[in-house]
């Protein structure tokens, strides 16, 4: 039997189902689905979306069902949590199981832009307490006594007036008769008396991961699957004009060789060669022999030197597109006591996910199975049955976990490649990417130009600032992944003359979001600058920031709640982060010094203090960093959370260190880890001071926000250790010894 | 070639290309998944096994000289995460995505049985060949230390 209510002025509703071998399933779900397009810059319709499945059943056992991908950030654990919390169990009896795709059921399954917390804490909390409500009913039903009688502990029911009580797997099967009550109403804990969320609780997959199981898509395996390579034009979107296909399957064990045209978009089925062999060793090692003759297209000859040297001369120019402008800046800057004018640039670079990109795939019956390591799940299936002529409904997507993604697995390329080979082979096929191709074939952080000019007066008050920003796009419009900036983006209304201009670079590099996109570089423009007008005016970088977060002007409108800066809040982490660190009360030798930073970012605030040194040499090493981050009312797990702000803070300091992709001859140079260096224990410091301070915003996420402030932090910190200040990432193109 | 070595205490023969690395025997002929792929060059070691006690690099072995010997994988170490290393990466919850995990730990278990107690410097010296791309390394120095402790009140 099933039981459906509807919250009364919202679209969610309840649905609560005995289930055959007994127990209860509660589900919790949303009238009209919004779309999966969660990705940043894509904010969903709603700021959650009720989708909520839990199971109760006889043995006390608790499942939860995970909707959402798991690439590391902990959202298995986290979101179960908080349904954990109001349902009242304890936290051992529960189990998370992963759901598949299914949009019908689950609405947006996807991982990224942090908004898996925002979007779901409201939902989860109002589910679990929902069905608690009912297991009470259940009770008091049974006993013939008023639920306000009733109290719960750890997945009980007691009567604490005669002593009765009843585990929730006893009464599973009667609180499935109950009336569901409206969700919108149903009364939530006070906080104060959490006793699971906001503590340390250890990853669901753990013991999974540490004894070695099979559980990220690498390590899928079906009977009688053959193993798959696939090589593409060096130069993206390049065509396959001929290959020595039939060399390839001479090869021992080689059983396909074959071309797959491809089509024109980057995001999509390019053309390569498809190597399937009874082994992927097999497979990759025919692969050397392969020959081909590439149409290169038009971009063979695209190179990071010819893009720098392009956005040099536009620099020249007045902006192609005026973006953004107050007050008169050219007034400003030529009445101005001082002008500082800088330009400054961040590289490519690449996501580099430890998993190489890999797909499982089976077409059968007309039918194609799909098991893939994704962050866009929906879309994958989209765009596999829209290329292979493949019926949406006759694809079915695993969500396995993924061993890192970044942004890089909300592309679904491999998945379409996957599909394709599979489709032709019949068998199936896991096509695994060499870590060349994951190199060689990313959906790049997009570069990007700054040229600024900032106006101080005699005051030090930073009265006119103007930014021409060159990214890449055509038509007056950055390309889908380039770099971009928003009208609101810092410093725009906290310097009365501001201006924003933009001009671009045609290009052909596919390029994507990566971990807090657009951030990523803008905090290192922003927030270096900041500090070398803070030099000029012979103030401290700190009060600086005080200064111009204290200058701010609303703007008529809005872009939508918790989407713009709020200089108090910015202001309370840049004030908590100073006091931790004992910013500007510590003797430093020479060689070493601090710099601080703050960015806002995914509806965090984030402000952070590196301590670096740099030895004669010229090699930096990082101290301490201190952080400080304000990320709402409620931490969901301490745990899962402190390991995303380090795991944040150590992957912009790697960036920062080494981290760069670039383009000659419109390929791109770099193909594994020695070339691509990713942070090493030895460069991590060995403390980084996490601190959140607690406010009353709706809790928000945690992947992405706090790794755009080290970045400057870092690079002032270098500033004030060398005099050297950094305008270019990465650190190791510069040279940093000193006597 | 016919190859006949130790897998996790056990004897096990296989037939594969003399050239085939130990990486892909183990996870795509004898199905132990345990052991992961990063980056084929020896640059990342989240394929590490210990060969006779030694931390090392499968992708980098070929399985012709494996004959005769004794390769321990994350498997073997223990199925029920009963091993104090691993116990200590579940108490500290080290891992974010977790890929990298099966190798450090098998590192981690050489270094303690060789050093008891390490130091820092010990730790960063014998672990800086892991990538960790999650960047947990704060974390796993935490737990090897706790390793340490759970070895000696056992
Ligand atoms: S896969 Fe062996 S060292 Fe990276
Ligand atoms: S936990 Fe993701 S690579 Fe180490």
Redesign the pocket.
Known sequence: MATTISGLDRREFLRVTTLAGGGVLFGAYSASPVSAGVLEGSEPAADFALNVFIRITPDDLVTIISKNPEIGQGIKTSLPMIVAEELDVAWRNVRVEQAPLDTERFTAQSAGGSYATPRNYDAMRRTGAAARHMLVAAAAAMWGVPASALTTVSGVVLHGASGRRATYGELADRAAAMTPPDLANVPLKDPKDFKIVGTRVSGVDNLGIVTGKPMFGIDVTLPGMKYAVFGKCPVFGGKVLSANLDELVAEPGVQHAFIVPGGDNLAGLLGGVAIVADSWWQANKARRKLRVEWAEGAHANDSSVGFAARAARLSKSEPEVASTQDGDPDAALAGAAKIVEAEYSYPFIAHASLEPQNCTAHFHDGQLDIWAPTQSPERGRDMIASTLGIDADAITVRITRSGGAFGRRGNTDYMVEAAAIAKEVGAPVKLVWSREDDMQHDFYRPAGFHYLKGGLDGDGKVVAWKNHFVTFGTGGRPDHGAASMRATEFPARFVSNYELGTSFIPYNIPTGYLRAPRSNGLAFVMQSFIDELAHSAGIDPLELRYDILSAYKAAEGSEGRGRILDPARMRDVLQLVANRSAWGKVELPRGTGRGIAFHFSHRGYFAEVVEASVSNSGVVSVNKVWVAGDVGSQIVNLSGAENQVQGAVLDGIAQTLGQEVTIDRGRVVQSNFHDFPLLRLKQAPPEIEVHFLKTGAAPTGLGEPALPPVVPALCNAIFAATGKRIRTLPLSNHDLRWT | MSVTFKVNGQSTTVDVSSDTPL?WVLRDVLDLKGT????????????TVQLDGEPQ????IPISSMEGMEVTTIEGLSSDGSHPVQQAWMEVDVPQCGYCQAGQIMTAAALLARIPHPSDTDIDREMNSHLCRCATYLRIREAIHRAATIVVTE
């Not at chain 2, 992961?36 to 394929?47: L, R, V």
């Not at chain 2, 690099?57 to 980098?60: L, S, V």
Request: proline share 0%.
């Open positions: 990486l992961k792929f990063g980056c084929g060059i020896g640059q990342c070691s989240a394929c690099r499968a992708c980098q």
